[in-house]
């Protein structure tokens, strides 16, 4: 049996995995232990983790791979520093320090952060560097279910590529050719989620769910920063940008093309134009990522499209390049950002340094992306009674007929099972949901149990049998990475009253069946979930269909504004003192709010920092 060790870390989404004999056994990002979201720091909690799941010591790892290569990260920075001379001199003097001390040696930092889990290892002759985006495309393809595919990966940055185009084939993937900074797709979008006053590299989602509320009346203006070619390659004007060597992602030019400074969320609400921006970014983005399909696919002439890389969680664009029809088949890595990056290291020193043959599952090989922390039934007991938690237990009958009796009533439930999902969305182990039918639950969700912004949708979860007879597609998405529109015999038309609403106006305005997970353009982000992936979901929704004739419901993350998800039963209980969530149901036990002590309510709206 041989193990790897999957590492990334130091920028943001610090993570850490374990294949044995190729299988991922398990995966984890580190701000689920430390509570810090996005916590770039070495992965300790996590590495810890992962080796105690896999039954291993650091000093029977055969192999520790990291997800990227310093040298490479440090020439680009010391090149583009030149190159923007004297620009930048305090971006430079900043960042130096770090990489002279750290980051340029990190091999030799890796080797003792990693002797703390283990005194017995002993040398660093083990540790490997991937290349960044290889790590992306590896985990795009090898977890998928297709042994032909093109990989397209695109994010900020890695070393020098911000985009790539890979092309698999059973165990062997190469990466065909390169997009390199300073010419970024995912810098323009996140130049746009900094413009209109959201946290780079958290806030891309804002700015994705707040373009319906707009019209893309700005994409000529974008198209002014941007030259993109017929075959969706592209280079960005960098008078306009200044995340090359400043501390701003964009220069006073930007500003005036558009006419307005970027939005200080402290003192400013979001406008119309906010809206309008957001919606011109995101139809230019969309165009972008189809016109690269379309010329990869006739190129190459290969059916099946893999994707990875930040920008693969624009859920919207992934939705228009399979309505396009421009591919058979698409997968995409659930954990397509940084994250995953730890497992696609793995993957690629596996299948293609070691040339190991490659075992394709029809599904895929991420086991549900279900592949964090669990908790037994007496562990959950255990840590319930040590915080003073007053709960009952039920058999497993019971659990989901009482439960899918708290959403049919239009309650907010915390639900805690199973394995917690490695990648940004909650997939029904670590989620909060509700009923879709209610018209108050979107609203009532966003500002009573997760502290943000009210415009935000919710996605659906649906079981999969029952896909198209409520939503335009009818593929498996059970990563909630691809958007459809809601079928045209459930849509509630609008009224022309109703049609001269602007912006988030429209918000309250019931649009279909299912209010709560249709957004103001009808469309839905949609998880499929079927009972070989998650059994008690898959029972919980079928009983909530058995009451209500609906198969579908309401599915967000369980966690607050700026906190991660969260990992353990503690963690849950303190997120469900702190917000009005009126059910926690974690394993077979099932906490009512009413019968909490309220002396333990916890003030959760300034724990964490807003993202």
């Not at 060790?5 to 995995?17: E, Q, T, V, W």
């Not at 990989?151 to 890979?166: K, Y």
């Not at 957001?278 to 190459?300: D, F």
């Not at 058979?328 to 040339?355: F, K, M, R, T, Y």
Request: aromatic content about 12%; glycine content about 6%; hydrophobic content about 35%.
């Amino acid at each position: 049996m041989i193990s790897i060790l999957g590492i990334s870390a130091f920028y943001h989404d610090s993570a850490a995995c374990v294949l044995k004999d190729g299988e991922i056994v398990a995966a984890a990002q580190e701000e689920r232990f430390t509570r810090k979201k996005h916590d770039p720091n070495y992965p300790k909690n996590a590495i810890n983790f992962v080796l105690d799941y896999s039954n291993l010591k650091l000093s029977e790892v055969d192999h520790i791979v990291f997800f990227e290569k310093p040298f490479l990260k440090f020439e680009r920075l010391l090149e583009t520093y030149v190159g923007f001379a004297p620009r930048g001199f305090v971006s430079f003097a900043k960042a130096m320090p770090i990489w002279i001390k750290e980051k340029l040696f990190q091999k030799n930092l890796l080797f003792n952060k990693l002797k703390e889990h283990d005194k017995n290892y002993k040398s660093d002759k083990n540790i490997f560097f991937s290349d960044h985006h290889l790590s992306h495309a590896a985990s795009a393809f090898f977890p998928s279910p297709f042994e032909e595919a093109i990989i397209l990966t695109a994010d900020g940055v890695g070393e020098w590529a911000t985009t790539t185009v890979g092309v698999g084939k059973n165990n062997h993937l190469e990466i065909k050719k390169e997009i390199h900074f300073p010419h970024s797709l995912g810098l323009l979008y996140s130049a746009f989620t900094y413009y209109t006053g959201f946290k780079v590299n958290s806030g891309e989602y804002k700015l994705m769910g707040l373009a319906p509320y707009g019209k893309p009346i700005y994409e000529e203006q974008v198209k002014q920063l941007i030259d993109i070619k017929e075959d969706g390659t592209f280079r960005l004007d960098q008078k306009y940008f200044n995340y090359a060597t400043g501390l701003t992602m964009t220069s006073n030019k930007f500003d005036i093309l558009f006419g307005q400074k970027p939005r200080d969320p402290k003192n400013e609400k979001i406008s119309q134009f906010h809206m309008d921006i957001a919606a011109s970014i995101q139809k230019v983005t969309e165009e972008i990522m189809i016109k690269l399909s379309k010329a990869l696919r006739k190129e190459y002439n290969i059916k099946n499209l893999c994707l990875a890389g930040g920008v693969a969680l624009n859920c919207v664009a992934n939705g228009k390049i399979l309505e396009e029809k421009i591919f058979d088949n698409i997968w995409i890595q659930p954990a397509a950002g940084d994250a995953g990056g730890s497992l696609g290291a793995a993957l690629a020193l596996w299948h293609i340094e070691h040339g190991n043959i490659r075992k394709i599952n029809p599904l895929d090989n991420m086991k549900g992306s279900y592949l964090g922390t669990e908790f037994s039934q007496l562990q959950i007991e255990e840590e319930l009674k040590s915080v003073g938690a007053n709960f009952e237990t039920f058999d497993y009958r019971n659990m989901i007929d009482k439960t899918s009796d708290y959403l049919s009533n239009e309650k907010a439930v915390g639900w805690f099972q199973g394995r917690m999902e490695f990648g940004p969305r909650a997939l029904g182990s670590r989620s909060i949901l509700g009923d879709p039918r209610s018209d108050k639950m979107q609203r009532n969700l966003n500002l009573k149990v997760k502290y943000r912004e009210s415009f935000r949708p919710f996605a659906p979860s649906v079981l999969r049998e029952d896909l198209s007879n409520w939503f335009d597609i009818n593929v498996d998405s059970p990563y909630m990475l691809l958007v459809a529109n809601i079928n045209p015999e459930k849509k509630i038309e609008m009224s022309d009253e109703q049609k001269k609403l602007f912006g988030i106006e429209k918000l309250n305005v019931k649009r279909s069946e299912i209010p709560a997970v249709t957004h103001v353009d009808y469309s839905a982000r949609v998880q499929t979930v079927s009972k070989n992936t998650n059994n008690r979901y898959y029972d919980l929704i079928l009983k909530f269909k058995e009451k209500t004739g609906c198969p579908v419901i309401v599915n967000t993350s369980f966690n607050v504004r700026g906190e991660p998800i969260v990992n353990t039963p503690i963690d849950a209980f303190n997120c469900f003192m702190g917000t009005e969530l009126d059910y926690l149901v974690i394993g077979n036990c099932i906490l009512d709010k009413k019968k909490q002590n309220p002396m333990q309510k916890k003030d959760y709206k300034s724990k964490f920092e807003l993202d």
